[in-house]
């Protein structure tokens, strides 16, 4: 168990203080244990669905910045914008295209401004395409969107129905739907969406068997007979054969040629994979192997440096117990998707020395092992916010603690805020005869919330009434900045 020995009591504590801006103090926030990350907002499962989370993608809107994020339950893909973190707009909703059990997986990923979106454990669902431009001109929040179109046809006019997850290099045209029960066991099967009203299918691998995750790139790793080719590497799980990573030329959808795969034959089940940012090593998940083995939260490293010669290079355990899922990398940093014990984040600047350097975890419960807690997160959006998706809770928004970096803890601050913490309308108070000239108050987002120029006082009452619970950073002067907590 975690901090709150009595389970009753957290319940407690979060039902009073989960609330938007909550840093990450004494190792909680707002009653989710954390490290270096601080909770921006959560919207609960239930205000968005009846069924489980859990995919997770996001988009940028190149025209207006906005960002938003496109969140999946078993029953529908929800789209919210997290433009102002404070103060989300869940626009609204697609609902799955044919009838749901509760246990769906949903998967999406984002190309040319549409959404792509895949269910597993379903009947003939296919890939439904959303225009997501349609989120500019939402009147009546939140709106049932219906799909622009769904693909349903394969190969051979094969049917496409339910796909375990969708791969897309948002650089090119081609989608990838792995784990489909379709007529080629549940390999990669490549989708034209160059037109993404228009999709089409043009090619499919057979040779390795089922694939359940994978990434696609374009390849400028230090493999340099490849620089600029298409490659698809494939995480190809099973329970009862040969646990896999597969490297397949895509350059040609219409005709993938396999340059090499590697079993790991003690894996329990091959997951989930991403390329280090070099592309010089491949990191996977084993998501099987604590509950069957007892193994800590494990990452698997593989040496990609020749791709026709891909060989095992090393393990990290981390502290955990809990089973991992999904992880993305982001510049040295991995971000993990660890179920029980939340989003962890390991520097891999050194991958000899992974180490992990903050977490926010979305089950507070315990670090069992259960498939219960945080399903995927997606830390791509340029300012910094990332997103995750939980199974039991609903959707969160989290930023790295203090990443404004406004204090300047070298100058002495001549001025005071009381009372700090303060319910709302604290006074700032000059403590050296030092006039108060100028005031703003940002968010830990650097969103600038008040502005005022030329007071000339040595008091000040701030004006908070309107602003929700959180930290907020007030700076005097135009260089000095003092931290402000309202509860």
């Given at each position: 168990?975690?901090?709150?020995?009595?389970?009753?009591?957290?319940?407690?504590?979060?039902?009073?203080?989960?609330?938007?801006?909550?840093?990450?103090?004494?190792?909680?926030?707002?009653?989710?244990?954390?490290?270096?990350?601080?909770?921006?907002?959560?919207?609960?499962?239930?205000?968005?669905?009846?069924?489980?989370?859990?995919?997770?993608?996001?988009?940028?809107?190149?025209?207006?910045?906005?960002?938003?994020?496109?969140?999946?339950?078993?029953?529908?893909?929800?789209?919210?914008?997290?433009?102002?973190?404070?103060?989300?707009?869940?626009?609204?909703?697609?609902?799955?295209?044919?009838?749901?059990?509760?246990?769906?997986?949903?998967?999406?990923?984002?190309?040319?401004?549409?959404?792509?979106?895949?269910?597993?454990?379903?009947?003939?669902?296919?890939?439904?395409?959303?225009?997501?431009?349609?989120?500019?001109?939402?009147?009546?929040?939140?709106?049932?969107?219906?799909?622009?179109t769904v693909l349903t046809s394969g190969i051979d006019s094969s049917t496409i129905a339910s796909c375990h997850n969708i791969v897309i290099n948002e650089g090119v045209g081609v989608a990838y739907l792995v784990g489909c029960n379709s007529a080629n066991g549940g390999g990669p099967i490549m989708v034209d969406i160059s037109d993404p009203k228009n999709p089409v299918t043009v090619g499919?691998?057979?040779?390795?068997?089922?694939?359940?995750d994978a990434q696609a790139v374009t390849y400028?790793?230090?493999?340099?007979?490849?620089?600029?080719?298409?490659?698809?590497?494939?995480?190809?799980?099973?329970?009862?054969?040969?646990?896999?990573?597969?490297?397949?030329?895509?350059?040609?959808?219409?005709?993938?040629?396999?340059?090499?795969?590697?079993?790991?034959?003690?894996?329990?089940?091959?997951?989930?994979?991403w390329f280090t940012s070099n592309q010089k090593y491949f990191l996977v998940n084993d998501e099987l192997d604590e509950e069957s083995v007892g193994n800590n939260t494990k990452t698997l490293i593989y040496d990609f440096t020749d791709l026709e010669n891909p060989i095992y290079h090393s393990q990290f355990f981390n502290t955990t117990a809990s089973i991992d899922h999904n992880l993305y990398v982001k510049d040295n940093l991995v971000f993990q998707a660890n179920y029980t014990s939340g989003m962890r984040v390991l520097d891999i600047s050194d991958i000899q020395n992974i180490h992990e350097i903050g977490y926010f975890d979305t089950y507070p419960e315990n670090d069992g092992v259960s498939f219960n807690g945080i399903w995927s997160v997606y830390p791509y959006f340029s300012s910094g916010k990332i997103i995750l998706s939980d199974f039991n809770r609903g959707f969160f928004i989290v930023k790295k603690s203090e990443t404004l970096q406004m204090?300047?803890?070298?100058?002495?601050?001549?001025?005071?805020?009381?009372?700090?913490?303060?319910?709302?309308?604290?006074?700032?108070?000059?403590?050296?005869?030092?006039?108060?000239?100028?005031?703003?108050?940002?968010?830990?987002?650097?969103?600038?919330?008040?502005?005022?120029?030329?007071?000339?006082?040595?008091?000040?009452?701030?004006?908070?009434?309107?602003?929700?619970?959180?930290m907020y950073l007030v700076k005097i002067n135009g260089s000095l900045t003092k931290k402000l907590i309202l509860n």
């Open positions: 168990m975690k901090k709150f020995p009595n389970l009753a009591c957290f319940l407690l504590l979060s039902t009073l203080f989960i609330k938007a801006q909550t840093p990450c103090e004494d190792g909680f926030a707002g009653g989710f244990p954390c490290e270096g990350y601080d909770l921006m907002n959560l919207f609960d499962k239930e205000k968005l669905s009846n069924s489980n989370g859990s995919d997770i993608w996001g988009w940028t809107d190149p025209a207006t910045s906005k960002e938003y994020a496109i969140t999946t339950f078993g029953d529908k893909t929800c789209f919210i914008d997290i433009s102002d973190p404070l103060n989300p707009l869940y626009l609204g909703f697609l609902n799955s295209n044919i009838f749901f059990t509760t246990k769906v997986w949903r998967d999406v990923k984002v190309y040319k401004n549409h959404a792509f979106i895949v269910a597993d454990n379903v009947g003939a669902h296919g890939m439904q395409v959303f225009d997501l431009t349609r989120l500019r001109n939402v009147t009546s929040p939140p709106e049932n969107f219906t799909q622009d499919q691998y057979t040779e390795s068997g089922y694939t359940h400028r790793g230090p493999d340099s007979r490849y620089t600029n080719k298409e490659i698809l590497v494939t995480s190809n799980g099973s329970q009862r054969g040969t646990n896999k990573v597969v490297i397949i030329d895509v350059t040609d959808p219409t005709a993938p040629q396999k340059i090499a795969e590697i079993a790991q034959f003690n894996a329990k089940y091959i997951h989930q994979g204090e300047n803890f070298l100058v002495k601050n001549p001025f005071t805020i009381y009372p700090n913490p303060a319910k709302n309308n604290p006074i700032l108070k000059s403590s050296q005869n030092t006039p108060i000239e100028s005031i703003e108050i940002y968010s830990l987002l650097g969103q600038k919330i008040f502005h005022q120029k030329e007071i000339q006082q040595l008091e000040y009452l701030l004006p908070t009434e309107s602003m929700v619970r959180g």
